[in-house]
């Protein structure tokens, strides 16, 4: 009764919840041009992640797997389907989402070590990224149980939170749901025994242990996104898209939510313009908007 009446006085007054208010981009989130000055070492169409084990990087484009050898991009290995998310673990494995419907692992000669497709009784649907914890487990997050993970935008607007986090041990084959009923869970890390998960819509970074769920980052101006850890300690974090009090409004407005197949437009400039580090908790951001 009491969160109904709490969202029934935020819609009548305009705050909380049903505020169209954006936090600014500010402190450590303040803009700068250092993505845009910072030297460009390879192209590549429809780039869409990057992975790093602090000694060798590779990148994903469309359905192929690339390794960056100094300024050279080598193909690694052609799938039979869009790669939408990687990730290096230990021993040169690899971690590969397909179209965000299966996972593989693969060893250092490309041979497939473990396969994974379900989420207890639900089929993968939009896994969107992927990080190793230690040597025989992987986290994953699937960013909707409607939408790919191409069609983020009808997700958004169609007010989504159907987004899942897990924990697959693929070395025994074991799946331990983290976090499931997500608005748009995108991003995972384990750091010092938790798993830190984005959840876009909501505009925050979680935090999972052993005493449960937590908020560390909240309110963020963007929609925040894929993590990876830093290498003197705190993670990055980037957001794809900022957030406008347009979007905020139409979010808020019932008659405007779009049927299956269409969607508003999402407009917010320059994917480069913004990157920061937050040295006071260690933590880095990187919005791109």
């Known amino acids: 009764m009491l969160p109904t009446l709490r969202e029934w006085r935020d819609q ?6 049903a505020a ?9 989130l303040k803009p700068n041009r250092i993505l845009d000055e910072a030297a460009v070492v390879a192209e590549l169409p429809g780039l869409d992640d990057i992975a790093s084990d602090g000694a060798h990087l590779v990148a994903s484009a469309g359905p192929t797997l690339w390794r960056l050898d100094g300024d050279t991009p080598v193909e690694l ?15 040169g494995r690899v971690a590969v989402a397909l179209a965000g419907q299966r996972v593989l692992v693969l060893d250092d000669g490309g041979a497939e070590l473990a396969r994974l497709d379900t989420l207890g009784a639900e089929r993968l649907h939009a896994v969107n990224a992927l990080a190793f914890d230690r040597e025989d487990a992987l986290l994953v997050s699937d960013g909707s149980l409607r939408f790919a993970p191409a069609q983020w935008c009808h997700d958004l607007m169609t007010r ?5 986090v897990a924990r697959w041990r693929f070395g025994s084959a074991g799946v331990e749901l983290l976090a499931q009923g997500q608005r748009h869970a995108f991003g995972v890390l384990a750091q010092d025994g938790a798993v830190l998960h984005s959840e876009s819509w909501r505009h925050r970074v979680m935090r999972t242990d ?3 769920t937590q908020p560390l980052l909240a309110e963020l101006p963007g929609y925040p996104s894929r993590l990876a850890a830093a290498a003197d300690g ?3 974090l980037t957001c794809f ?10 979010l808020l407005t019932p008659v405007a939510q779009p049927q299956h197949g ?10 480069r313009d913004h990157i920061s580090r937050n040295r006071r908790s260690r933590h880095r951001t990187s919005i791109g908007c």
């Open 262 to 271: 269409e969607c508003h437009r999402l407009h917010c400039g320059d994917p």
């Open 241 to 250: 898209a900022c957030r406008t009090q347009l979007v905020e409004f139409v």
């Open 160 to 164: 989504g939170h159907s987004g899942r």
């Open 20 to 28: 169209i208010t954006v936090p600014v981009m500010d402190g450590a």
């Open 12 to 17: 009548l007054l305009g705050r909380g919840g």
């Open 77 to 91: 290995r052609r799938f039979d389907a869009a790669v939408t998310a990687i990730a290096l673990g230990a021993q």
């Open 234 to 236: 705190g993670f990055w």
């Open 210 to 212: 052993a005493r449960g």
